[in-house]
Structures are given as C-alpha cells and as structure tokens.
C-alpha cells in the first residue's frame, strides 16, 4: 500500500538557521503530495502541494519540490523563525476506486529558539 | 504495519441512518484520538480532539449532537454521524497519539462515507 515516511524529530533549530524536513513515500500511479503544518493546540493546515513531477510547491517561505526519481518531498526553508515552530506532516493523496485517499507520515516536530 | 486500524474503510448508507466509525491503537494505548473530515479538493478540518475518559473537544462550527464521538478506553475511539444526510458524505480520517507529549500522530486509512 501507499506510504509515507518522514523523520519523527523533535529537530531543534536557532531562529534564522536552515531548514529541512526528510519525506519519501511510496505509491502507486502519480499521487499528489502534501505538506501540512499543526501549531501547538490547532488542527492541521494545508502548508504546500505539488500535484505532479517537478512542480514545486511554496508558502510562508516553505518550499518542496516533488521529485519522481528519489520519491521524496523534502521541506526547504531557509531562515526559520520562532513562530514556525510546529509539527509538519508530510502526505500523499491517491486515487482509490476513484476517490482521493490521503496518507500521511507520522509529523516532525521543529522547535525554533531565539 | 498499521498501527491506527479505522473501520470500515467505506460506507454505503440511506439517508436518515446512523453511521458509526472505528478508530483503534493496535499497539500502544492513545492518550489522544483525533478525528478529521476532508471535502473533496480541500484539506482536512480537524473536527474534534479526543481525550481518554473525558468529553471531546469539538471544533467550532461542528455539531456535538451530529458527530458524536467516544473514546472509552485506551484504543478505542468512535465516531457516530447521527441521522446522516447526504451533505455529510465525505472522507472522514482519525489519528491517535501516543502521549501528549510527543508530536507523533498515527493515522487510520480513513472511511469513506456516501449517504444516499
């Protein structure tokens, strides 16, 4: 079946340091890939997505490029800030008997300090 | 393997019925339960949070009476749409969680419900 694997942390970063999360997966056909964040006491939001090899999917100053050949999705930021701190979840979504199932990796916490 | 088992993965029922949804830990007990509802090209919404042995903490805008949830023990939580319509077919996923002080959340495969 259809799976994703990232880190599990916590990673421990300085304010303005780099940032990468690890996320590869398996699947099967071409699914859609996801980055979702979770802020201490909220539910998760969708962050980024790229729906197909190559794109590149950014916000916030998050950036992650979907890459067929390693299947992997890693998330980029290159100046972190106390406020990204949060757990990441990476996803997948994929047809199933034609409707879009979501897998997800199991979140990395970042903890950002000043 | 799995280590969240959600059941059934997909469900097919009239309107006016009531549909419950399994989420179970299989290997380890879960302080905390979460249940997610995903409408078709958007992202989840979290619809609740959990607690062993204590009330579910309900998201604004969600029903308490619609969506009831249990969680009774330690590896067991459940989701019951109370007299479903078709606007509440949807994809619904759960998560549980270790221990509050980690971050980790296990994922279920998720139900898929369509009311008729």
């Known amino acids: 079946g259809d799976s994703v694997t990232q880190m599990e942390g916590p990673v421990t970063l300085s304010e303005e340091a780099f940032l990468t999360i690890n996320c590869t997966y398996t699947a099967t056909g071409y699914p859609s890939l996801f980055w979702y964040v979770q802020y201490p006491g909220e539910g998760l939001q969708l962050l980024l997505k790229a729906t197909k090899a190559d794109d590149k999917g950014s916000n916030k100053g998050f950036e992650a490029t979907y890459r067929k050949e390693t299947t992997s999705f890693h998330l980029e930021k290159g100046s972190v800030q106390v406020s990204d701190s949060a757990v990441y979840f990476c996803?997948?979504?994929?047809?199933?008997?034609?409707?879009?199932?979501?897998?997800f990796g199991i979140g990395t916490k970042l903890q950002v300090i000043p | 393997g799995a280590v969240v088992s959600q059941h059934p993965s997909w469900v097919i029922c009239k309107s006016g019925t009531s549909v419950k949804i399994e989420c179970r830990s299989l290997?380890?007990?879960?302080?905390?339960m979460f249940w997610y509802r995903q409408f078709p090209k958007q992202s989840l919404m979290l619809m609740a949070t959990s607690n062993e042995g204590s009330k579910a903490t309900y998201e604004q805008g969600v029903e308490k009476d619609k969506f009831l949830i249990n969680h009774a023990s330690l590896t067991l939580s459940t989701l019951t749409v109370t007299s479903a319509h078709p606007e509440d077919s949807s994809f619904y996923i759960c998560?549980?969680?270790?221990?509050?002080?980690?971050?980790?959340?296990?994922f279920g495969d998720g139900t898929r419900l369509s009311i008729l």
């Open positions: 290997d380890f007990q879960a302080t905390t």
């Open positions: 998560s549980a969680r270790r221990d509050r002080a980690l971050s980790a959340q296990h």
């Open positions: 996803a997948l979504t994929a047809n199933s008997g034609g409707y879009q199932k979501v897998t």
